[in-house]
């Protein structure tokens, strides 16, 4: 029996030591990183909430019970809590009255209310910070930047931290001969077991997965120690996974997660008590989203009307996960969406999630689906092709989760491709309706929905329906509807500004816009100013063509949205190379994600030019933070859903909206019909189900009184 090299035993044995220690160091390094998280954290609020002392009256200190001479402090010049704080004790002992004892007091209950300011305090990250927070801004990004991607490594390589570490004890344990001496003393056996361990150990440190851990901890080295261009660039790209930690580590209520309302504490915590299995999930989840799959795993039959931009895709994925994940044999998932979409789905899950997806739709479905039959997973397919899959699932396959994205879709019950969806309800563990508008007309047409999911409940929401401003409305529908809003989840989406762009009419625009008039043609009146074929002569091109120059100087991307096709056409004309691409109803859907990523690519003042109806859904262009309207839109929506696409969860640059109007026209109506519509829509939007009761298309009597009020106008001048 050949005696072991005891000398090149011990270095390998080392090396397996160091390896398995330096892995759980990677692990013991989590705590340190999120320390370093929330001391920016704190450093960032405590130096805000120094700046908020100066909007605090000095008469506070009356409320102290401590005896302060506060009109002493105001007489003496000190008019808020701020003076106070940045003012010596000498100073402060120099106000007539104020001893040391009072001086104490005075600092103790500053320093109670910077702390009260300070935990209030929500961080918006900002990669162009300008303020006396930049270089902590810059800082904190970096601290999170390094967690984000350490954590990546950790859950990638926590199987192989596993096995390393087992193999490591089994090294320990195995009782094998050390060294010359001992295997000379040592019997047979003793002897045997080591040879044995040691061909093991040497084929160990020879094996791919040996060569894999040296690679993961090199990994680990440049995740945890990401440079700040980096980080920066992740950020830009990525900037919910930065809030999502944030919520977790941030100052204790300010980044505190709004995650639902009108739901009652028993059904909460229900909810909560769920244990959201997400190992086979490859995203980070909002508090907010991670509530959301709670509620679709637990309540199983669900409306998610959450606002538009808010995740519900990234909810349903999680939801769909952690089925995958959790259940034993085949999971069958259905995503039933619009057309435009579909690659969008695809895409995310992919991203998401380890479900395998098939596409079915156009030539390619039968294959698809013969395929989903066989392997399980995600089968996407739209409304349209309902009627071709739906007599191969009914009564044949049973569905874990059926997932119908823009559910107002089939708010008609004598619709073809509601009655399609809905002879699959007994097929369907789980039905997931998602929806960022509920209610477009009727709120009977959201009782269809309901009805659909939950027809135990249709009679009570019908009942209360009338009193919808009340909250007894909105717990009623706790069980089954749920919605939250940006405002309330997303505290850190930078500001938005609105500017109305009235252009002086050329006179082309003018003869043009005559003659739309004069011959009653209410589409042609919309699209005044791009009547004409010369855009040269356009006064709203001009002024798009300055706002483009302005957006380049400040390196930002535009997107500009029209509902007309010919007018998309002239203004990508008008921009030449400058504009990327054009998305019309005519564009693929494939083509329409690429030409997102395009923009997303780009350089600074690039344009994407798109259809409103087209880009509006479906798709996400944070890349943009310029958004322009060429013409006043018929319903609110219309603008809501389109500027949705830009201001959404993961925008980190303040948005800025242009709206390119021309006095004197039909654009003057427009606005003053669309103000009163988003009146109404803005009362009940959030407040229940009724949410777009009010966005209705405009009547023909409105059109009639617009187009013979423009008629007279013009008039006169024909005569």
């Not at 003793?190 to 040296?214: G, H, P, W």
């Not at 509530?291 to 895709?313: C, H, P, R, S, W």
Request: proline share 2%; glycine share 4%.
């Amino acid at each position: 029996m050949n005696k072991p090299n005891f000398k090149d035993l011990k270095k390998l044995i080392k090396a397996i030591s160091d390896t398995n220690e330096a892995f759980k160091s990677i692990y013991n390094e989590r705590l340190l990183q999120e320390e370093s998280i929330k001391q920016l954290c704190n450093k960032i609020a405590g130096k805000q909430a120094q700046k908020d002392l100066f909007e605090v009256s000095v008469d506070e200190l009356k409320n102290a019970k401590a005896g302060i001479r506060v009109q002493a402090l105001i007489d003496a010049g000190y008019r808020n809590l701020g003076q106070i704080s940045e003012a010596t004790d000498f100073e402060i002992q120099s106000v007539n009255g104020i001893g040391e004892k009072q001086t104490e007091a005075i600092r103790s209950i500053i320093t109670d209310f910077a702390n009260s300011l300070a935990a209030k305090v929500t961080i918006r990250l900002d990669i162009e910070a300008t303020s006396d927070n930049a270089e902590d801004n810059v800082a904190l990004i970096t601290a999170l930047a390094n967690y984000i991607n350490s954590e990546k490594v950790r859950k990638d390589s926590l199987e192989a931290a596993s096995n390393l570490d087992t193999y490591a004890q089994k090294i320990k344990d195995s009782g094998m001969i050390r060294n010359s001496i001992r295997w000379l003393f040592s019997n047979s056996v003793s002897k045997q077991n080591t040879v044995a361990m040691a061909d093991s150990i040497y084929e160990f440190c020879n094996s791919a997965f040996f060569e894999r851990l040296m690679h993961i901890l090199e990994l680990y080295q440049e995740a945890s120690n990401t440079s700040q261009a980096m980080a920066l660039e992740l950020f830009g790209k990525s900037s919910a996974d930065f809030y999502a930690i944030l919520e977790n580590l941030g100052n204790s209520t300010g980044n505190r997660p709004f995650v639902y309302d009108s739901i009652s504490a028993q059904l909460a915590d229900e909810i909560n008590a769920i244990n959201l299995n997400l190992d086979e999930f490859r995203g980070t989840l909002r508090a907010y989203q991670v509530f959301g799959a709670k509620y679709i795993l637990n309540q199983k039959k669900v409306l998610l009307g959450d606002e538009m931009g808010l995740g519900k895709t990234i909810q349903a994925i999680a939801a769909m996960s952690h089925i995958h994940t959790t259940e034993n044999g085949k999971c069958y998932f259905l995503i039933v969406c619009p057309a435009s979409v579909l690659i969008n789905w695809a895409r995310e899950i992919k991203k998401f999630s380890n479900i395998e997806a098939f596409i079915l739709h156009g030539q390619t479905l039968d294959d698809s689906f013969a395929r989903w039959q066989e392997n399980g997973g995600a089968a996407i397919t739209n409304y349209e092709s309902m009627g071709k899959i739906v007599d191969r699932i009914d009564n044949h396959m049973s569905l874990s989760m059926l997932v119908i994205d823009e559910a107002h879709y089939m708010k008609n019950p004598d619709a073809k491709r509601t009655m399609y969806i809905r002879r699959l309800d007994n097929e369907s563990e789980r039905i997931l309706l998602m929806t960022g508008t509920p209610l477009e007309n009727r709120v009977d047409e959201m009782c269809n929905l309901i009805d659909f999911v939950r027809p135990d409940m249709t009679k009570e929401v019908k009942e209360l329906a009338n009193i919808s401003h009340l909250p007894q409305f909105k717990e009623s529908l706790a069980p089954v509807y749920i919605r939250r809003t940006r405002q309330q989840v997303l505290k850190e989406l930078p500001e938005i500004a609105q500017e109305l762009e009235w252009c002086s009419l050329t006179e082309t625009d003018k003869d043009r816009y005559r003659d739309a008039v004069l011959s009653g043609n209410f589409s042609d009146m919309r699209r005044v100013s791009f009547l004409q074929d010369d855009m040269s002569t356009s006064s709203k091109c001009m002024r798009l063509l300055e706002l483009l120059e302005q957006a380049e100087h400040e390196g930002r991307k535009v997107i500009i949205y029209s509902f007309f096709r010919e007018t998309i056409s002239k203004v990508s004309t008008l921009l030449g190379s400058r504009c990327i691409g054009v998305i019309s109803g005519d564009t693929m859907m494939s083509t329409r994600q690429l030409l997102v990523d395009k923009l997303a690519d780009a350089p600074a003042g690039s344009v994407l030019v798109s259809q409103i109806i087209a880009g509006g859904v479906g798709l996400n262009i944070q890349a943009a933070s310029i958004v322009v309207f060429c013409e006043p839109q018929i319903k609110p929506s219309l603008e809501s859903q389109a500027l949705s696409r830009v201001y959404r969860m993961g925008q980190i640059r303040n948005v800025l909206v242009y709206r390119l109007l021309c006095p004197d026209t039909i654009d003057d109506d427009m606005m003053l019909i669309l103000e009163e519509k988003q009146v109404e829509f803005d009362n009940y939007a959030d407040e229940s189900i009724v949410a777009g009761a009010f966005d209705n298309i405009m009547d023909k009597e409105w059109i009639s009184k617009a187009l013979e009020k423009e008629r007279q106008k013009y008039l006169p001048m024909v005569i």
